[in-house]
């Protein structure tokens, strides 16, 4: 069976505060104490604003969260595969069929 499915999350990449990037990009890069198998992932969610303004499909809030990523000057150098909630989701897709064909299909 595959190794324990770990699936690190930095949620809220707008909320950390100036002077704090060094340390979130190293952990993103999965270096140091905090390493996991399968590594780490950055998202941002919609602003009160955003959701006030009606963002309701998921393209319309993956753009947006794409956006955002690729103008800001810190985020912006994370792999694009390990930012947005779209990668996330379809990482998480794919742990999920393995375990599943691991637990139920293989002998």
Not at 22 to 29: F, H, K, M, T, V
Not at 60 to 85: A, I, M, Q
């Amino acid at each position: 069976m595959t190794a324990l499915t770990i699936i690190g999350v930095l949620t809220k990449a707008d909320l950390v505060p100036n002077g704090e990037y060094d340390q979130w990009l190293e952990i993103l890069r999965n270096n140091g104490e905090h390493r996991l198998t399968h590594g780490y992932y950055v998202t941002r969610q919609l602003t009160t604003e955003q959701r006030k303004e009606g963002f309701k499909t998921l393209g319309e809030t993956g753009e947006s969260e794409d956006k955002y990523f690729e103008r800001h000057p810190v985020w912006c150098k994370v792999n694009t595969s390990l930012r947005n909630t779209t990668n996330l989701t379809k990482a998480l897709s794919r742990h999920l069929a393995i375990m599943i064909q691991e637990t139920y299909f293989l002998p």
